[in-house]
């Protein structure tokens, strides 16, 4: 039996041993493939595809911003310890920069088989959960943050009149701060205009069923709900969020503050946050 890589592949994917201890495996058994499949047990090799099915409740999340792109990475396994290991870190790291290098924005084979790899050696369940990619384009900037140990990422993706701007040291310190504001305050929506009609109606009835079970004419109910709402909006969207480092402004405000004594223009353009223990990057 010839062996090609359609064959290591089929061998990984039924073991889940690493793609070399396969290729390797099929040498020594002259293409057999029965016969590297029980080399592969008798290494102790194979065992992975006995741990898929083991709960990965554990983990951490990553962090990478490149040149022009920037990458939130979920890795989770089963046990906290695991997810203390330096190999397993290692691992977190090196997927980062494989997808900013390649451009990848989910999870892949070539990906998974760098998990099945550590897999083999740490003989743990281990799964990778999410791989959020973000393109950075002219003039723009992307502040991140890791809070603890990767229990939580954050991004922010800024964009200025000029890239010169985001070297000025009250801007870098500006969206270093928004970076950790998000993980902060982990708003839902950027901004009031980005927030869905249907999220706002759903609010919109909640708010007048608390406003109805009050003793007020329908007029005042009516300012009570659009009080409610505007405060709600203001709880949940970052740029209406009083800013982290001075809760006497908001998010905005300082934006523009800081701009102004930097001599440009600046605005997120998104963000987003991490958390190990959910298979999806929240914006």
């Known amino acids: 039996m010839a062996i090609t890589a359609e064959v290591v592949k089929r061998l990984r994917d039924l073991t889940g041993a690493g793609m070399m201890d396969c290729k390797n495996a099929l040498v020594k058994a002259d293409g057999d493939f029965a016969a590297a499949e029980r080399i592969l047990k008798e290494m102790g090799l194979a065992?992975?595809?006995?741990?898929?099915?083991?709960?990965?409740?554990?983990?951490?999340?990553?962090?990478?911003?490149?040149?022009?792109?920037?990458?939130?990475?979920?890795?989770?396994?089963?046990?906290?310890?695991?997810?203390?290991?330096?190999?397993?870190?290692?691992?977190?790291?090196?997927?980062?920069?494989v997808a900013l290098e390649k451009g990848y924005g989910e999870v892949n084979d070539e990906l998974s088989a760098m998990v099945n790899d550590l897999i083999t050696i740490i003989k743990e369940n281990m799964a990778l959960k999410s791989v959020c990619l973000y393109d950075l384009g002219e003039n723009e900037h992307a502040s991140s943050y890791v809070h603890g140990n990767g229990s939580l990422a954050t991004l922010v993706v800024f964009k200025a009149d000029s890239s010169e701007l985001f070297a000025n040291d009250l801007v870098k310190e500006f969206t270093h701060d928004c970076a950790l504001h998000v993980a902060a305050y982990t708003p839902t929506f950027l901004d009031i205009p980005s927030v869905d009609a249907d999220y706002i109606k759903e609010q919109e009835a909640i708010f007048t069923v608390q406003a109805s079970k009050l003793d007020k004419p329908e007029k005042v109910q009516a300012g009570i709900v659009k009080g409610k709402l505007a405060k709600h909006l203001g709880e949940v969207c970052l740029l209406e969020q009083p800013f982290v480092k001075d809760d006497s402004m908001s998010v905005a405000k300082k934006m523009a503050e800081v701009a102004k004594a930097a001599g440009g223009s600046l605005a997120i353009r998104e963000f987003a946050f991490l958390r190990a223990g959910v298979a999806s990057c929240s914006t």
Not at 48 to 64: E, H, I, L, S
Not at 65 to 72: E, I, P, R, S, W
Not at 73 to 88: H, I, K, R
């Open 47 to 97: 065992a992975v595809a006995k741990r898929q099915d083991r709960a990965t409740d554990n983990g951490r999340v990553f962090v990478k911003v490149g040149d022009d792109k920037a990458v939130l990475v979920e890795l989770s396994c089963e046990t906290d310890f695991v997810a203390g290991n330096e190999q397993f870190v290692e691992l977190g790291e090196k997927i980062c920069l």
